[in-house]
Structures are given as C-alpha cells and as structure tokens.
C-alpha cells in the first residue's frame, strides 16, 4: 500500500469520526415527529390495478379496496395503472376526516385498423 492510500484513509477515518462526535454533541436535536395522519378508503376498478401514493407502490385494487390506508395529511398524489387501461392519476387531499374515494379505469379500446 502506497503512503498516499494511508493518509487518504486516515483524512477520511478523521472526518468521519469528527461528524460523529458533532452530532452526539448535539443536545437540542430531536427527531423529527412523525406528521398527523388521515384515512382514505379506497375502491379501485379493475382489481389488478397497481396503486401508487407520491410515487410509492401500495398494493393492487384488489389488496386495497375497502381497507382503510394511513397516509400524512396534505395534498398526494395517488396513481393507478393496469395493462390494457388508460393510467389514472388523482390529486387527493388528505384531512383528519376518512375520505372515500372510489377511482374507475378507463380499458384501452381496440385498434381501429388490426
């Protein structure tokens, strides 16, 4: 190993040790609460729909409709897609009240010209 390769090593092992030693210095920090959350109770058409909140995968229709789902108040943005229908995007927002929301896919029709 090279002089070089041991004092980078070094320079490295010292910064992150002195990182470490600030942050456990640190007595006013506090993790972060976790955000009020709310309730949506989905009813997804067609069941195999995959169903995305702010880009996270949730489960497919059938896993999901009538079961109430925690999510953060605030504005999302929920996602459907299923092979052979339109994608469906929803802007939802979330309060401290259940909101229902009942989202239908539209099928892909058939090419005009096979």
Same mark, same amino acid.
């Given at each position: 190993?090279?002089?070089?390769?041991?004092?980078?090593?070094?320079?490295?092992?010292? %910064? %992150? %040790? %002195?990182?470490?030693?600030?942050?456990?210095?640190?007595?006013?920090?506090?993790?972060?609460?976790?955000?009020?959350?709310?309730?949506?109770?989905?009813?997804?058409?067609?069941?195999?729909?995959?169903?995305?909140?702010?880009?996270?995968?949730?489960?497919?229709?059938?896993?999901?409709?009538?079961?109430?789902?925690?999510?953060?108040?605030?504005?999302?943005?929920?996602?459907?897609?299923?092979?052979?229908?339109?994608?469906?995007?929803?802007?939802?927002?979330?309060?401290?009240?259940?909101?229902?929301?009942?989202?239908?896919?539209?099928?892909?029709?058939?090419?005009?010209?096979?």
């Amino acid at each position: 190993m090279m002089m070089g390769d041991l004092f980078r090593r070094a320079a490295v092992l010292a %910064a %992150a %040790a %002195a990182v470490a030693a600030a942050a456990a210095s640190c007595s006013h920090y506090k993790p972060s609460t976790k955000l009020p959350q709310g309730k949506i109770v989905l009813e997804i058409t067609p069941p195999e729909a995959r169903v995305y909140i702010d880009e996270r995968l949730q489960g497919t229709g059938s896993m999901l409709s009538g079961k109430p789902l925690l999510i953060s108040r605030g504005k999302h943005r929920l996602k459907a897609v299923a092979d052979g229908y339109f994608p469906r995007y929803i802007e939802i927002t979330v309060t401290e009240s259940v909101k229902k929301l009942k989202v239908e896919m539209t099928k892909i029709p058939p090419p005009l010209y096979p």
